[in-house]
């Protein structure tokens, strides 16, 4: 089964997106606020983490709602924002501007990859 008729199908499930989003928000949520000092997955720079991290978010939310995209990664950048608020409350966390921008770079970058999927399933399925 060639690669985009396989995310064709997918597409169709969307509380499978919405629980792999929900799953992936709190894991990241966790890893967010976790202390500096334990060892966690990185890509041994900050602000990539923050990209990636929310390029996935952004990825699972076109999958999720489909017809909400604009919405969904407004809601995605504010929940950025929370996580923000809440590492400023943590004895070994920070919050940064520089973080919320990072998010918002993977937030466009989740998007145009999850439309470049979907762009390329409708073409290939006609």
Do not use: C
């Not at 199908?9 to 928000?25: C, D, E, N």
């Not at 990539?48 to 978010?57: D, I, K, P, R, Y």
């Amino acid at each position: 089964m060639s690669g985009v008729v396989w995310w064709a199908r997918l597409a169709a499930h969307v509380s499978l997106w919405r629980w792999l989003l929900a799953t992936a928000m709190l894991g990241l949520l966790v890893l967010s606020l976790m202390p500096a000092a334990l060892p966690i997955p990185s890509t041994g720079w900050d602000k990539s983490n923050h990209a990636l991290g929310f390029a996935v978010l952004a990825f699972l939310a076109y999958g999720a709602w489909p017809g909400r995209i604009p919405l969904s990664l407004l809601g995605l950048l504010g929940y950025g924002g929370l996580i923000e608020v809440l590492q400023s409350l943590t004895p070994d966390r920070m919050a940064e501007w520089s973080d919320l921008w990072a998010d918002g770079v993977g937030l466009l970058i989740g998007a145009a990859l999850a439309s470049t999927m979907q762009r390329l399933a409708v073409v290939r399925s006609t």
